[in-house]
């Protein structure tokens, strides 16, 4: 009996180990997904934002030189990173023209880790980009 106790408790405790682990193996370095000899600045017309943790996600409807719409993503910092910078759900409305600077990502998808979204008004948000490896951020020790 206490053989298979023993079992039962160092099995619960890998599962833990296992789970806690999951949303750091999940994380990535910015080097790893974008390229910081890529800058971009877009502009257009927000369809979707989502308040998610670890990033959160902006998409934009961007007009082509050729007239074509292509919806972008735009990977920022978390949500609770984005609040405490000063960020609210208002800012960013459905149908609001914003213009980002970013860096694409490696893959040449229609994806961008922002660095910054200047508003309609003039406000410019710094996005939390995930830093590690992104130019002008140190290497974190």
């Keep these: 009996m206490i053989r298979f106790t023993l079992r039962v408790m160092l099995s619960l405790v ?18 790893a997904e974008y390229d910081g ?6 502009t257009g017309s927000i369809t979707k934002m989502l308040w998610s943790n670890p ?11 050729d007239g074509k719409v292509t919806n ?7 949500a609770n990173a984005l609040y405490r910078r000063g ?3 208002t ?13 694409r990502a490696r893959n040449e998808s ?13 406000r410019q948000l710094f996005a939390g980009s995930s830093g590690t490896g992104s130019p002008g951020v140190p290497p974190k020790p």
């Design 110 to 122: 229609h994806t961008v880790n922002a660095t910054s979204i200047k508003l309609p008004d003039g």
């Design 37 to 42: 000899n890529k800058p971009i600045t877009l």
């Design 55 to 65: 990033h959160a996600w902006l998409y934009l409807d961007v007009k082509g030189q």
């Design 72 to 78: 972008w993503s735009f990977e920022t910092g978390g």
């Design 14 to 31: 890998c599962i833990g180990v296992l789970l806690s682990t999951m949303p750091m193996r999940a994380h990535h370095s910015f080097a």
């Design 91 to 103: 800012d960013l409305p459905v149908g609001e023209t914003v213009t980002i600077d970013g860096f």
């Design 87 to 89: 960020w609210k759900k």
